[in-house]
């Protein structure tokens, strides 16, 4: 099947949604699909051997940079640019997470999914006019990543039932060496985190078990966010800095455990933290490592008591209690077990590829 990918990441870039974007595509292409990506394009000019090196891609795909028009904005400008484009191309699908762009690919008759990840914010006008458009084309359906999201979109913008389906996200399933922590051997346990120093990512709440857990370490793999960092400076905690992507899996094959403490309705650049779905969650679960997650309810969708400890946001006395049971190594590994059979069972990136042209057929006939 001939796939066109719409997406306006920017390439390279260490950002969840490039990250999701290229891996997906490489994912698409695996399945035997002909795919390209059609990303905007930047002043510096980007060689494509070097991106697909950088995130680690196994299988050939196109990649085209789309020219904007210097007086319009990127979302505009690449929307005017794609008819020429998708018309030469002539695909089967058009998939992507361009709002702008997903809409001009629908009102041009191509079959076209537009994949969600939070709601349209209330004052983007033309974005929610498009995402219901897309909702009620014939030739048309929207994705969303989370349960909590498709309900939350359903009631907000009276959507049909069968207008948006849910495909969670997922991680490819690799094998890899582990990478050598700071701290080799020297903690009862290895705790890991793996992101940006950011407060709704939960890394206070990182550093509060940090202070109240001396036995154990803690991994923050990442860089750059909105926490000093001299905030995060301790005795058992280690700071790696900027880890190309391809690498983030031996670091996380080297934890114990895999840290996942999210926070609750907080709302940043427009950004609404309860229909996240965490690349890292899938990523610990396919390296088969128990995870220590909070109890936001979007993460309650993927988060099961087999394979993690959940704490509550509003019981920080119970949580060193909750931790001491990860400390047994035969917990771990039957923890580790579960997450990684769950996982093969439904977040492998092939899978969720494969659903989701099963449903592209029964819906986009």
């Given at each position: 099947?001939?796939?066109?990918?719409?997406?306006?990441?920017?390439?390279?870039?260490?950002?969840?949604?490039?990250?999701?974007?290229?891996?997906?595509?490489?994912?698409?292409?695996?399945?035997?699909?002909?795919?390209?990506?059609?990303?905007?394009?930047?002043?510096?000019?980007?060689?494509?051997?070097?991106?697909?090196d950088?995130?680690?891609?196994?299988?050939?795909?196109?990649?085209?940079?789309?020219?904007?028009?210097?007086?319009?904005?990127?979302?505009?400008?690449?929307?005017?640019?794609?008819?020429?484009?998708?018309?030469?191309i002539?695909?089967?699908?058009?998939?992507?997470?361009?709002?702008?762009?997903?809409?001009?690919?629908?009102?041009?008759?191509?079959?076209?999914?537009?994949?969600?990840?939070?709601p349209?914010?209330?004052?983007?006008?033309?974005?929610?006019?498009?995402?219901?458009?897309?909702?009620?084309?014939?030739?048309?359906?929207?994705?969303?990543?989370?349960?909590?999201?498709?309900?939350?979109?359903l009631?907000?913008?009276?959507?049909?039932?069968?207008s948006?389906?849910?495909?969670?996200?997922?991680?490819?399933?690799?094998?890899?060496?582990?990478?050598?922590?700071?701290?080799?051997?020297?903690?009862?346990?290895?705790?890991?985190?793996?992101g940006?120093?950011?407060?709704?990512?939960?890394?206070?709440?990182?550093?509060?078990?940090?202070?109240?857990?001396?036995?154990?370490?803690?991994?923050?793999?990442?860089?750059?966010?909105?926490?000093?960092?001299?905030?995060?400076?301790?005795?058992?905690?280690?700071?790696?800095?900027?880890?190309?992507?391809?690498?983030?899996?031996?670091?996380?094959?080297?934890?114990?455990?895999?840290?996942?403490?999210n926070?609750?309705?907080?709302?940043?650049?427009?950004?609404?933290?309860?229909?996240?779905?965490?690349?890292?969650?899938?990523?610990?679960?396919?390296c088969?490592?128990?995870?220590?997650?909070?109890?936001?309810?979007?993460?309650?969708?993927?988060?099961?008591?087999?394979?993690?400890?959940?704490?509550?946001?509003?019981?920080?006395?119970?949580?060193?209690?909750?931790?001491?049971?990860?400390?047994?190594?035969?917990?771990?590994?039957?923890?580790?077990?579960?997450?990684?059979?769950?996982?093969?069972?439904r977040?492998?990136?092939?899978?969720?590829?494969?659903?989701?042209?099963?449903?592209?057929?029964?819906?986009?006939?």
């Amino acid at each position: 099947m001939k796939i066109v990918y719409l997406s306006l990441a920017k390439f390279p870039s260490q950002a969840a949604n490039t990250i999701e974007t290229i891996k997906f595509c490489d994912a698409l292409a695996s399945e035997g699909h002909d795919v390209t990506l059609l990303v905007p394009a930047t002043k510096q000019k980007a060689d494509i051997g070097s991106i697909k090196d950088f995130y680690g891609i196994e299988y050939d795909f196109d990649i085209q940079f789309v020219p904007i028009a210097r007086f319009l904005s990127k979302s505009w400008g690449y929307m005017l640019a794609l008819p020429r484009i998708l018309k030469k191309i002539n695909p089967d699908l058009v998939y992507g997470r361009s709002i702008h762009g997903c809409f001009i690919a629908s009102v041009l008759g191509f079959n076209t999914m537009l994949e969600l990840h939070e709601p349209v914010p209330d004052g983007k006008f033309f974005q929610r006019l498009a995402v219901r458009f897309l909702a009620n084309a014939n030739n048309s359906k929207l994705v969303s990543i989370s349960h909590s999201l498709r309900f939350f979109l359903l009631d907000r913008d009276n959507l049909a039932d069968d207008s948006i389906f849910v495909i969670p996200l997922g991680a490819t399933n690799v094998v890899c060496r582990k990478a050598n922590l700071l701290n080799e051997n020297k903690s009862l346990l290895n705790f890991g985190y793996v992101g940006s120093f950011s407060e709704r990512r939960g890394v206070g709440l990182i550093i509060h078990l940090a202070d109240t857990i001396k036995y154990a370490s803690f991994h923050i793999i990442g860089g750059r966010g909105d926490l000093p960092k001299r905030l995060l400076e301790r005795e058992n905690v280690f700071l790696y800095g900027f880890i190309p992507h391809r690498k983030v899996i031996e670091y996380i094959e080297a934890l114990d455990v895999g840290l996942l403490l999210n926070k609750g309705t907080v709302k940043i650049k427009g950004v609404f933290d309860d229909f996240t779905s965490p690349l890292k969650l899938y990523e610990y679960m396919m390296c088969g490592k128990p995870v220590l997650s909070s109890d936001l309810p979007v993460l309650g969708e993927v988060v099961e008591r087999k394979f993690a400890v959940i704490l509550s946001l509003n019981k920080r006395n119970e949580w060193a209690s909750k931790v001491k049971k990860l400390v047994q190594p035969r917990v771990r590994r039957v923890m580790g077990i579960n997450a990684k059979r769950r996982f093969l069972d439904r977040y492998d990136r092939r899978l969720r590829v494969r659903f989701l042209i099963r449903r592209f057929r029964e819906v986009c006939k």
